[in-house]
């Protein structure tokens, strides 16, 4: 009996001693897994450095001189907020619906895995804010291999120590928000606010908020764009939890828990938003930028994820100034561009033949992505050209929105070469800065930047660098007399091949006229005479000055703007006869900053002097002569829709303050320009069609003052509606003992004689 009972004895101590054998090599094995992951053994664990500076594809930001977020450059769409940034309500709805112990662990809830544990997950989870954060940061989607998933449970309890001590609470409440994918190109709290509702995370209500924090069980189907009643339901389940908690009152969550999710859903894309072409100009200079400045390991910046900031100088009012002023003219314009080519049989081409017509197009379609497409599967010319006249489904940009119809690829074409195109820009003269940038009408549908890439033929507003040449070399003023009468370059002079005959577009010769009246009507024998005198190479060189980079032929007709220019160039041009001669380049960035706020890049402005202040004011008051009694006198009355066609009632231009401007008409009246200039503000304007040979077929609605002067008036209306610009409309600033005749009204009355016989004489060729 003695030796059953030592033997149970014996066999109970050997069960306990195995117990505590078996306990402590479980724990022993638990404590040696976690070393080994906190070692690294298991896998790459983040180091000091990198738990510091956790590694996060954040988008890089463009910046208004105002403060407004244009657009971003990214892979993933993240912009960071700081703790600061978030509303109190956000924070405690995240708190009362995924970690209600947030204060109280360390980054391990034991109470909620013990939970989880012994539940087998039923009961839910026991992941943490800051287990999820270490998850959005080191590794992301959980594996669906069991054993790696225990592997990476480990790594997050083990990161989630480290983090709770190396940051605040709050500082991981934010870090954890900034790094969620809310879908539809949303990373961060930021800019899923933007894009769900279109505000700062800050401008949040309680049930926006709560919506956000519903969608961190599953962003994709509790996002309230494609699963609406889900999200709904979802967020009324966080409302309770509010109330759970005691961060919100029943009635409060009651009265809530009936409003829908009203979104204000604004994708962010390329293509959308403001200063779409300025944008894709900037994203070219930064591919060049990151060569040329590298990070100080020598790596160069990945514009896509390392966070830039570009603080640019484009003023988002006068941008969005300036498309509107782009919509409500071209809009109208058009609809006539339309109405009179229903009877074109080559339209949108005028005086071509069919075979030309037919040329254009295969053209185009040779160099759409289309034939590339095809081309690269294997596909033969005479298949390519065949599915070109296959009618398909597609969407096509119309001023009215986009519409789906049924049409041929070649038809879209067609389609296409209809639209009057525009290049826009503003600038400050004094800084350079540029104001406003409009590459096109569409950037989804036309990519081609008309403002940087696009030279096009000048017209008349070429005819100020001939002026300015004139009145450096000869000594002459705007007020000096000369004679509009016909006149000819012979042959060989010049190096003209043939004699050269300019014709005025009016077909009429007004005898002795002041150069001012000459400038104002765009009277091109005068022009022929003045570079006569002078010489092309000179008006060339003075171009060249003032900023023109295209290159120019010393020829006679360049006075009559036979010359392709930049939208951009001819506004910088332009810009330095307000500056008092001192040309300044167009700067479109103010600085560039890291992530940390570092600044990694600020321009040196480049500047020279071309003319002294005497010859730029006599050009500003010469250009003063068009909008007062020229082509460009209809700034003084006009409407918003300008002549001919649907005008927009009840909003005359009506300027009274000084303009200093200058219309152009190319041949055929294919590019419409105009260049307009208050003390503070220049602004270039240029219409036409892709194809020159695609235009309107009269002067009234093809002539510059028609197509481009009155964006250039409506865009100026409201920026003077706007008393935040501080658009100028005062007096250009006269010289101190300015030495040049500029007071033309001292002159005679009817600019038919001169009071100085001298200058009959001079300039009577």
Not at 167 to 181: F, Q, S
Not at 573 to 602: C, H, W
Request: proline share 4%; with cysteine; hydrophobic share 35%.
């Amino acid at each position: 009996m003695a030796t059953q009972k030592n033997n149970t004895k014996e066999d109970f101590s050997r069960y306990v001693k195995n117990f505590w054998k078996l306990f402590c090599g479980v724990i022993g094995f638990i404590l040696l897994f976690f070393l080994l992951a906190s070692w690294g053994a298991l896998g790459t664990m983040p180091s000091f450095e990198e738990l510091e500076n956790p590694a996060s594809n954040v988008a890089t930001e463009v910046i208004s001189s105002d403060g407004v977020t244009l657009g971003k450059f990214y892979r993933q769409n993240r912009t960071p907020v700081k703790y600061a940034d978030l509303p109190d309500h956000l924070v405690k709805a995240l708190i009362s619906t995924e970690d209600e112990r947030f204060y109280d662990h360390s980054g391990i809830d034991a109470r909620g895995t013990l939970r989880a544990v012994f539940s087998l997950g039923t009961s839910g989870g026991a992941s943490t804010i800051t287990q999820q954060l270490a998850k959005n940061l080191f590794h992301g989607e959980g594996s669906k291999n069991i054993v790696m998933r225990v592997v990476q449970k480990v790594k997050e309890w083990i990161i989630a120590i480290r983090l709770e001590r190396q940051y605040t609470k709050e500082e991981i409440i934010a870090m954890y928000l900034n790094t969620v994918d809310f879908v539809n190109q949303a990373v961060g709290i930021r800019s899923a606010s933007k894009i769900y509702f279109g505000k700062e995370p800050k401008d949040l209500t309680i049930e926006e908020s709560a919506v956000f924090v519903g969608m961190l069980k599953n962003p994709y189907y509790l996002n309230p764009k494609t699963f609406m009643d889900k999200s709904l339901a979802r967020r009324n389940v966080v409302l309770s939890q509010m109330v759970k908690s005691g961060f919100l009152e029943e009635a409060k969550k009651e009265q809530l828990a009936k409003k829908p999710i009203k979104l204000n859903f604004h994708p962010e894309s390329n293509n959308e938003g403001l200063a779409t072409y300025f944008r894709e100009y900037l994203r070219d200079f930064l591919k060049q930028w990151t060569k040329d400045h590298k990070k100080e390991d020598g790596s160069e910046y990945d514009i896509y994820r390392d966070g830039l900031k570009i603080y640019t100088t484009i003023d988002s009012r006068m941008q969005r100034y300036a498309e509107e002023a782009v919509t409500m003219h071209l809009s109208n314009l058009q609809e006539e561009f339309f109405i009179q080519n229903k009877k074109n049989k080559t339209a949108p081409f005028v005086n071509l033949s069919i075979e030309e017509t037919n040329k254009i197009f295969n053209r185009a379609m040779r160099n759409s992505d289309r034939w590339s497409i095809m081309k690269d599967q294997g596909k033969s010319d005479e298949e390519i050209t065949k599915s070109f006249n296959v009618k398909t489904n597609m969407t096509v940009f119309t001023w009215k929105g986009e519409k789906d119809t049924l049409m041929t690829p070649l038809d879209s074409i067609r389609y296409y070469k209809h639209f009057l195109q525009t290049g826009v820009m503003a600038m400050e003269p004094q800084t350079g800065h540029v104001k406003a940038w409009v590459g096109g009408i569409n950037h989804k549908y036309f990519k081609y930047d008309h403002v940087y890439q696009g030279a096009r033929q000048v017209g008349s507003t070429f005819k100020p660098f001939l002026y300015a040449t004139a009145i450096e070399q000869l000594g002459i003023s705007p007020c000096d007399s000369i004679i509009d009468s016909p006149f000819t370059i012979p042959k060989g002079r010049h190096n003209v091949t043939e004699s050269w005959t300019p014709r005025n577009s009016s077909g009429t010769y007004r005898g002795m006229v002041t150069l001012k009246t000459a400038l104002a009507n765009s009277i091109n024998t005068v022009s022929a005479k003045l570079i006569d005198r002078v010489g092309p190479k000179a008006v060339v060189d003075m171009t060249h000055k003032l900023g023109v980079s295209a290159k120019i032929p010393e020829q006679p007709s360049i006075a009559l703007g036979a010359v392709e220019i930049t939208v951009s160039d001819m506004v910088a041009a332009y810009s330095t006869f307000a500056n008092q001669g001192v040309y300044i380049k167009p700067q479109m960035i103010m600085r560039i900053e890291d992530k940390k706020g570092r600044v990694l890049f600020e321009p040196t402005p480049e500047s020279r002097d071309v003319l002294s202040k005497d010859v730029s004011y006599a050009v500003i008051k010469l250009l003063e002569g068009v909008t007062e009694s020229g082509t460009g006198a209809r700034l003084r009355t006009g409407g918003y829709g300008g002549t001919g066609y649907n005008r927009v009632t009840g909003h005359p231009y009506a300027f009274r303050n000084p303009i200093a401007g200058k219309s152009g008409t190319t041949q055929n009246q294919s590019d419409g320009w105009f260049v307009g200039m208050v003390p503070n503000l220049a602004t270039g304007v240029w219409v036409g069609n892709e194809d020159r040979s695609a235009h309107f077929k009269s002067i009234i609605y093809g002539q510059g003052a028609t197509m481009a002067l009155p964006i250039w008036a409506i865009f100026m209306k409201k920026c003077y509606e706007d008393p935040t610009l501080e658009v100028s409309k005062g007096q250009f600033e006269r010289p101190a003992n300015l030495q040049i005749k500029v007071d033309c009204w001292k002159a005679a009355v009817k600019d038919t004689v001169s009071t100085d016989q001298e200058n009959i004489d001079e300039f009577d060729f």
